[in-house]
């Protein structure tokens, strides 16, 4: 069992930090959040009161923030991760954030002798409290073998994506599928609306035929079908509208900087951007149905 310090416990991070503890792990866990704070403590873990106690002295560091302005905050921040931390401590960043930040973290932390790995998750709040996570990891092989036991005791699969930024490279490819296909599954049940097809038929039939996908089948946007999803309670989160934004955004930074043509994830950002500014960031992202499948 390793010694870890934890540092973001909002939605996904709460629930990992608190599998961690129930492993067995010794948990020193930081938010800004009070009530973040207090959660992770019922759940097993020590409070810290800074982001330098967290980390101080820890085998391990882990991560679990907004977006890569916060991360390089973090660690490289006046009295951050880097402040505190042991000689050697391994530390592995689990949010999703751009590959820039990712890959100059990690420099930096290389530089004062610590490997940091970007390990990106997917798997949702659900998968985050049930420790069904799939890592998809970037960084040196050595350190994502240290890094095994203490993710897999979050997740049910851990892939060594590539050097460091890979992880969050497969991450955003990830998240423009998840979009570009809740937007097309918003699309049919709209369509299949007006044209008089029962919500329920047409979810039996695409959920065995070509057209089934992770967004129909796991978190259908309508309510009814799939009794665990967002739709059935009006949209609570979930994976919020404002942060599939943000990974889109990414996506889209990302293909430019590669020559990369994205056309339908443009699009994607360009209608969850109408989304959010007309209120809904903090819905879930699958509540795009409530635009998408009324326009239609
Ligand atoms: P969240 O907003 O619920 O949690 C983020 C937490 O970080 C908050 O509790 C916040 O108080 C804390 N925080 C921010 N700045 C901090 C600082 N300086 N020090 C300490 N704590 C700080 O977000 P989330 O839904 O848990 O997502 C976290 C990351 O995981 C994001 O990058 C997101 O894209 C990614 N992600 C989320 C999901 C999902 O379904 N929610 C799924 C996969 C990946």
Request: with cysteine; hydrophobic share 50%.
């Amino acid at each position: 069992m390793a010694d870890i310090g934890f540092i973001g416990l909002g939605n996904m991070g709460g629930p990992m930090a608190a599998n961690l503890a129930a492993a067995g792990h010794a948990v020193s866990a930081f938010d800004i959040s009070q009530a973040a704070l207090d959660a992770a403590r019922d759940a097993g873990a020590a409070a810290a009161g800074s982001i330098a106690e967290a980390a101080r002295g820890r085998e391990v560091v882990v991560t679990m923030l907004p977006a890569g302005a916060h991360v390089a905050e973090v660690y490289r921040g006046d009295g951050g991760v880097f402040s505190s931390a042991a000689p050697g401590a391994l530390f592995i960043d689990c949010s999703t954030i751009d590959v820039d930040t990712a890959r100059s973290v990690a420099g930096a932390a290389a530089d004062g002798g610590w490997p940091l790995l970007d390990a990106p998750v997917s798997g949702g709040v659900a998968g985050a409290a049930a420790g069904t996570l799939t890592f998809m990891v970037g960084g040196e092989a050595d350190a994502v073998e240290r890094a095994r036991p203490v993710l897999g005791d979050m997740g049910k699969a851990v892939v060594h994506a590539g050097s460091s930024g890979a992880g969050q490279t497969a991450k955003i490819c990830n998240n423009l599928i998840l979009a570009v296909s809740m937007i097309g599954v918003c699309e049919a049940f709209g369509m299949a609306d007006r044209l008089g097809l029962e919500r329920q038929t047409l979810f039996d039939i695409v959920s065995k035929a070509t057209g089934q996908c992770w967004a129909l089948t796991s978190y259908c946007p309508v309510p009814g079908p799939v009794e665990a999803a967002p739709s059935n309670r009006d949209y609570a989160p979930g994976f919020t509208a404002e942060m599939m934004l943000k990974d889109l955004r990414l996506a889209q930074g990302a293909a430019a900087s590669a020559g990369a043509a994205s056309p339908l994830g443009a699009e994607a950002a360009a209608l969850y951007t109408l989304f959010c500014n007309a209120g809904n960031g903090a819905d879930d992202f699958s509540g795009i149905m409530k635009m998408i499948g009324q326009g239609t």
